[in-house]
């Protein structure tokens, strides 16, 4: 089973358009996250979720709205896409009771907007 | 100045070689330090994991932290072409909790066969 898993894996779309992308972990985690990846490979947080309470905002434009329905689930939505938003996104999951923090990375969803 | 900084390579070894690569930091008061892998096209998958100043090894991997120059390095001994790949650092900064993992450009690491 996978552990961290987001759809879709592609996502092709216009200037403009709203999509979104799920993002669900069978882990028992209770954080969820979501970075960004351009392509020079910079992995860079976007969001953290604890609990379903938003806990990291990283300068986000507020085009990207995430919402977390329960421990398990971390979406994100983005409006009026724009060809700057076009990277690999990856959500990922933790748990807070250790005091390490060993994040397990979902496959990845690559957004290109033409 | 970056929070986390590697060269980005590309760093080429000559297989069974040993590989080492950098990363160094800024925030003095960082507790956890983490070694990323990453293929091409894939998700990252942690390696290795180090709190405590010295080395951790784990088969062929050896993490090393000095956190009073502020830097960490992973050793790959008997290099694969399969270790060929990106390694991403990771650092959490003080101040917060669990969540702000920071990672450095990744480091291209290519194993010649």
């Known amino acids: 089973d996978t552990a961290v898993s987001q759809t879709p894996k592609y996502l092709v779309t216009q200037m403009g358009n709203d999509k979104s992308i799920k993002c669900e972990q069978n882990?028992?985690?209770?954080?969820m996250y979501w970075y960004k990846q351009d392509s020079k490979k910079f992995l860079k947080i976007m969001f953290s979720?604890?609990?379903?309470?938003?806990?990291i905002n990283e300068t986000v434009p507020n085009r990207f709205s995430p919402k977390s329905p329960d421990k398990a689930h971390l979406n994100l939505h983005i409006n009026s896409l724009e060809l700057g938003d076009s990277a690999v996104y990856f959500c990922?999951?933790?748990?807070?009771?250790?005091?390490?923090?060993?994040?397990?990375f979902g496959a990845g969803t690559r957004l290109s907007v033409l | 100045q970056k929070e986390v900084e590697q060269n980005s390579g590309p760093l080429s070894v000559p297989e069974g070689a040993i590989a080492s690569l950098n990363c160094t930091y800024s925030?003095?008061?960082?507790?956890?330090f983490f070694w990323y892998r990453q293929y091409s096209g894939k998700s990252p998958e942690l390696i290795m994991s180090?709190?405590?100043?010295g080395d951790k090894e784990d088969g062929r991997f050896t993490a090393q932290l000095n956190k009073a120059s502020q830097y960490v390095s992973l050793l790959i001994r008997d290099s694969q072409p399969s270790d060929s790949a990106t390694y991403l650092c990771?650092?959490?900064?003080?101040?917060?909790?669990?969540?702000?993992?920071?990672f450095g450009t990744g480091t291209r690491l290519t194993i010649i066969p």
């Open positions: 990922a999951s933790s748990t807070s009771r250790l005091a390490e923090n060993i994040q397990y």
């Open positions: 990771a650092v959490l900064p003080p101040g917060f909790g669990n969540e702000k993992l920071t």
């Open positions: 882990l028992g985690h209770d954080t």
């Open positions: 180090i709190y405590s100043n």
């Open positions: 925030d003095r008061g960082s507790q956890s």
């Open positions: 979720y604890n609990n379903k309470e938003l806990i």
